[in-house]
């Protein structure tokens, strides 16, 4: 009974002195291998962190205090920047980090992310540097991120987009699930248009319950799009205009053309909007009061939303909407915006029970607006 008691003694000590040696052997390893990767990051390129703490007992590693900077230009002053408040890795095979240069774990959380884009960058399409990843097998089961923030900054005036909570389960399709997603300008809606120095459309959108099935999670890396659907259970979106101010100056871009200038490639077999409160307000160009015009119950199905056609596509993108104009009745629509140049767009619809007397307060200030403009 001794000696067995001394055994368990013994094995118990040799086992403590194991993950005592390999957590003190294992933790300056993955942290040089972490600074060494860094070093071999290009100028241009520049990733900072406060702390990494890590786990070999439970299998975790956090980072915290996580800042990128892309800076390509000798002018500084143009840069995207984000920054990450807590980064964390649970489930992580530490060995196979210092041993195989593979990258395993349950589960990717980002807590408190702001991010800085500098629309003058995007707009040279300056790609980010390649970089080679240290690890020969990245493999994470979820992603889960909040509190994310990010800003567009273009000429002075910026654009915010705030992210609620999501995750991304990983698969080669992978479901994105997005609790809350929110879009406004970063100034007053009057202010907007007097720093442009023309009508300018000022938008602020909110939708929840954000379902992205059937997500290539790999196409995006080489920026595009690619999903089965996109789905958002409900929104909010209000537009101001204010036509006192004069009309921006050259052509406009109709949808199929501004389709094809995002910067990726965006192929989704369908997108559901749910239930949504459309707001438009603008101020006419004479008169001393704002007239609003209100869509209630809006929905929206897009099938497909391509915006580089390949053959055997479709010739058309078909967009039906639904929705209740100022609470009364019922009107349906149904547009063909053409995905081949010189198509004519198509646009069908009617109205179901619609009071017009419920249009009476709105008319006697849009109308006003719309045959000044020459709408």
Sequence with gaps: ?????????????????????????????IRQKVDAALRQLPPSLQVSYASLDLGVFTGSAVLRGVEVKFVPLADTQHRHWVETGRVELSGVRLWDLVFS?????????????????????????????????????????????KDVRMEVHRGGVKTVYLAGEGSVNRDR???????????????DKLELGRTKGHQVDWVAASGGDIRVTGLDVDGLFAHRLIADEISVGHGVVYVFRDRRLPLEAGEKP????????????????????????????EFPKKGDSTGVLRILRLRCVVAPLINHPLPGDPDYVVVKTE?????????????????????????????????????????????????????
Aim: charged share 25%; proline share 5%.
């Design 1 to 29: 009974m001794r000696r067995g008691v001394k055994f368990l003694i013994y094995a118990a000590g040799a086992i403590v002195i194991l993950l005592v040696a390999a957590y003190l052997v294992a933790g300056p390893l």
């Design 101 to 145: 240069k593979e990258l395993r774990a349950a589960s990717l959380t980002v807590e408190g992310c702001r991010a800085e884009l500098d629309e003058y960058l995007l707009k040279k399409d300056i790609p980010l540097p390649r970089v080679e990843s240290p690890f020969a097998v990245v493999s994470i089961a979820k992603i889960r991120w």
């Design 254 to 281: 109709m949808p199929a053309e501004m389709l094809k200038r995002l910067p990726m490639e965006v192929r989704v077999r369908s997108v559901r909007l749910g239930l949504t409160r459309f707001t438009y307000e």
């Design 173 to 187: 399709l992978a479901e994105l699930l997005i609790d809350t997603l929110r879009s406004w300008p970063g100034v």
């Design 323 to 375: 929705g209740s104009l100022m609470g009364s009745g019922t009107v349906e629509a149904a547009t063909r915006v053409p995905l081949q140049k010189g198509e004519a767009y198509r646009v069908e619809g009617a109205f179901h029970q619609l009071d017009l007397t419920t249009l009476n307060r709105s008319a006697e200030t849009l109308g006003v607006s719309i045959w000044s403009q020459g709408c």
